[in-house]
Structure formats: C-alpha cells, structure tokens
C-alpha cells in the first residue's frame, strides 16, 4: 500500500467532528425554542393586558348604561349593570396593575386612569342620588353642564392610550418572535444539512482509504485460509480415527467402570447383609427379653386378680352381715319405740321418764337408717372393685397375646438371621468373579492406549502443515492491524 491511513484516528475525528456539529445544533436549538417560548409567553401577556383595558372600558360604560336606565325609570333593578360595573371596574384595575408591573408608563397611566374612573364614578353615583332624593331640577342641571360626557371621553382616551402603549410592545414582541422563529429554522436546518454532508464526506473517505485496503487483505487472509483447510481435512479424518479409538476406550473404561461399581454395589451389599445379620440377631434377643419380661408381668397380673378377687369376697360377705344384722336392729328398734309409745301413753305421768327413753330409741333407729345408707355407698363401691377386676383380667389377656406375637418375632427374627448369612456368601463369590472381568478390561486399554499413541504421531505432521499455513494468515492479519 502506498498510504497507511489509522482507521481509529480517521474515526474518531469524522464522527467527532459530527456528534460536535450536532451538539452545537441542539444547544442553540434549545436557546432559541427557550427565547421563542419565553417572546411567545410576552405576547399573550400583552394580549391579555389589552383584553383586560378593554374589558376596563366596557365595565365604565356598563356603569352609565345602568345609571341611565335608573334615570329614566326610576326602577332600582336597571341599577344592576351599575352595580355588578362598579364591582367589575376595580377587580380589572387591580389585574392590569398586576400585569403591567414591570412597565412604569403603564404604572403611571393607571393612576392616572384610576383618578378619571373615581371621578366618573362619584357623578354617576351623585345622579343616582339626586334621582332617588326626587330633584330633577339639580339633576337636569347636571346634564345640562356636559360634565359627564367629557369624563366619560376622558376614561376611554386615557384606556386607548393604555391599549395603545400595549399594541407597540405587541408589534415589538411579535416582531421578536419572528426573528426567533427564523433564526430557530435557519440553525435547524442548516445545522442538520452541514451534519448530513459532513458525515457523507467522512464515510466517503473511509471507503476509500479503509475499506478497499481490508478488501485486498481480506482476499489474502482467504487464500491462506483455503491452504489451511486442506490441512484441516487430513487432520479431520486423523481425528476420526482418533475419535474412534477414543470411543473403544470409552466404552471399556464404561465397562470397567460399571464393573468397579457393581463390584462397589455388590461389597455395600455384602456389608448390608452382615449388618443386618447382627441387627436382627439383636432383634431376636430383644424379643426374647420382651417375652420373658411379658410373661412376670402376666404373672403378676394374674396374681393381682386373684388377691382382689379374694378381697372382694371376703368384702361381699361381711356387707351381707353388716346388712342383715342392721336389717335386724332396725326392725327391733322400731318395735321397742313403737312399744315404747304405748306403755308410755299407759303409764300417764308415770311414763314421761319412759316416754324419753322412746324418744331415744327412735334416734338410734334414725342413726340405724343413715348406717344403712352408708352400707349401701359401700355395695357400690364393691361393684367398682369388681369392675376393675374384670378391667384387670381384660388387661392380662391382652398381655398374653402380646407375649404369644413377640415370641413370633422371635422366630422370624433368626429366620432373617440365616438368609443374611446366605447372601453374605453369594455377594462375596460375586466380588471375586467381577475382579477377574476388571482385569480383562484393564488389558483391553493398553492395547487401546497403543493405538491411539501412533495416532497422535500422525497428528503432529499435520500440525507442522497447519503451521506454515497460520505464518501466512499472520503476515495478512499484520497487514490488516496496520490498517486498524
């Protein structure tokens, strides 16, 4: 190449140059929309101010109009525009005092102005007076003089000018804002036309200067790419065999591996097996324990019963004594009171001596009654004792199944014990016959690893082919940097 332009340089300046233009463009585009809003803000400002003077002026007006129609009818509700004008005229003297505050002429006009309207004001209202009072003479009079109208001239000349001071600064503001507006369309469009050719300009260099050199570089780079694709075929098809050979030894590595795992699986078991084997010849010895120490505590159950049974018996008898002989007492003491009454009603005043001792022998029937009852809570309480006998031979019999079922587990439990050892030993003969298959294995690996080691000698000549080919493909990447 003649030239050796920098890619990044040539850029980096164009699109800088660019992004600069576009920035400027836009900073100036904001300051001109900025100043178009805030002209375009002043112009409705003046438009307003204008629209509130006249307003001003047809308020003033709409006073004289009610005060004339008052005047001519002697009828209070024509005086309605009167007073709703009044009211209006000084809210709008307020608002454009307000507008107007950054303009001392206007300020000076309003006082002005402010001084006619009262001035109007005080005749209109002294006419009304006059009117209501009923002195026509004095009221013709005030018209006769003319005074009126040339107040009235003189609030709509001192509001014209007003309005006319409003209207200049409305041809100076809107001429200001057409200056804007143009100078806002000129920078836009021209900004944006420069922008355009600019960028036109640096890709119209880059093409010529940048892309046709990588163009040629590319070409070199694609015919050392073709020489180092034929070396890629052959290493291709050495890699295949070499795939191949890799896949034999992944398939016996495969087999060994699953082998050593079954052999891992098979040992786990055996050890499983053993441990199992003592588990359940703990279990069994457990059982046995739990059966021996069952069968005491039947037996003592059993015992339990039988001394209950034996209490209650003896109790059952001695509540059948206790019964009938408070059966007996009862029925004598009953007869001994009874007899008791009678010889003492016989005996007159010699029985009243007898007559108590009736009197106590009824007590000791009460007392023999209330024994009675007492005997009968106890019946019951016997019939509870013997409720829980029933409850406690219910108990030993479950016990006896539960002694009869665990004496079962027993059994089954050195069952389990044999068949633990037996797969013990099948595990353990399994082991050794899957160490012999891992040797095989073994062999067939070194047999692979031989073929795959002359496989990689045919791969390192292709290498030294693939290398010359990536001296080439250098040389055009080095060119192409240069470039860059």
Request: aromatic residues 2%; charged residues 25%; glycine residues 6%.
């Amino acid at each position: 190449m003649a030239r050796k332009i920098k890619l990044e340089p040539v850029i980096r300046i164009g699109f800088g140059i660019t992004l600069t233009l576009m920035a400027a463009i836009g900073v100036i585009s904001w300051a001109t929309m900025k100043k178009l809003n805030e002209t375009n803000g002043w112009v409705s400002h003046t438009y307003n101010v204008i629209g509130n003077l006249k307003d001003l002026e047809k308020s003033v007006v709409d006073t004289e109009t009610g005060q004339r129609g008052f005047l001519v009818t002697a009828r209070e509700n024509f005086l309605e525009p009167y007073t709703q004008g009044r009211e209006d005229v000084n809210s709008l003297v307020a608002k454009i005092r307000e507008l107007t505050s950054d303009n001392p002429i206007q300020q000076e006009n309003l006082d002005t102005l402010q001084q006619l309207i009262d001035l109007k004001l005080e005749e209109l209202e002294l006419r009304i007076q006059l009117k209501r009072e009923g002195k026509e003479e004095e009221l013709a009079a005030q018209f006769a003089t003319g005074e009126g109208k040339r107040k009235m001239d003189e609030v709509r000349a001192a509001i014209d000018a007003a309005i006319q001071i409003e209207e200049r600064l409305l041809i100076e503001r809107t001429s200001e804002m057409e200056d804007v507006t143009r100078l806002a369309t000129l920078v836009s469009v021209g900004g944006t036309f420069s922008a355009i050719m600019l960028s036109l300009l640096v890709l119209i260099f880059i093409g010529r200067e940048v892309i046709q050199p990588i163009t040629l570089t590319a070409n070199q780079i694609n015919s050392s790419s073709s020489e180092i694709a034929a070396s890629v075929e052959q290493q291709e098809r050495i890699a295949q065999q070499q795939a191949a050979v890799a896949s034999e030894t992944s398939t016996t590595m495969d087999e060994l591996g699953a082998s050593s795992r079954q052999s891992a699986q098979q040992a786990e078991a055996a050890a499983a097996g053993a441990k199992e084997a003592l588990n359940l010849s703990e279990g069994g010895i457990q059982a046995v324990e739990r059966t021996l120490q069952g069968m005491a505590t039947l037996q003592d159950k059993v015992v339990a019963i039988a001394d209950q049974i034996l209490r209650l018996s003896e109790q059952t008898s001695q509540i059948g004594n206790i019964s009938s002989l408070v059966s007996d007492l009862a029925n004598q003491t009953n007869m001994l009171a009874l007899n008791a009454a009678v010889e003492a009603v016989r005996a007159g005043e010699h029985g009243k001596g007898f007559a108590v001792v009736s009197g106590e022998i009824r007590k000791l029937a009460d007392r023999s009654k209330n024994s009675a009852e007492k005997i009968n809570d106890l019946v019951e309480d016997i019939q509870t004792a013997l409720d829980t006998t029933i409850s406690a031979t219910d108990e030993g019999t479950k016990t006896v199944k539960e002694s009869v079922r665990i004496t079962e587990e027993t059994a089954r439990a050195f069952s389990g014990v044999t068949d633990a050892v037996n797969n013990v030993a099948l595990n353990s003969q399994q082991i050794s016959f899957n160490a012999k298959e891992q040797a095989a294995a073994i062999q067939q690996i070194l047999t692979a690893m031989a073929h795959l080691n002359q496989t990689a000698q045919e791969t390192a000549s292709g290498i030294s082919q693939v290398k010359e080919g990536t001296h080439h493909l250098n040389d055009a990447a080095l060119q192409l940097r240069t470039i860059v």
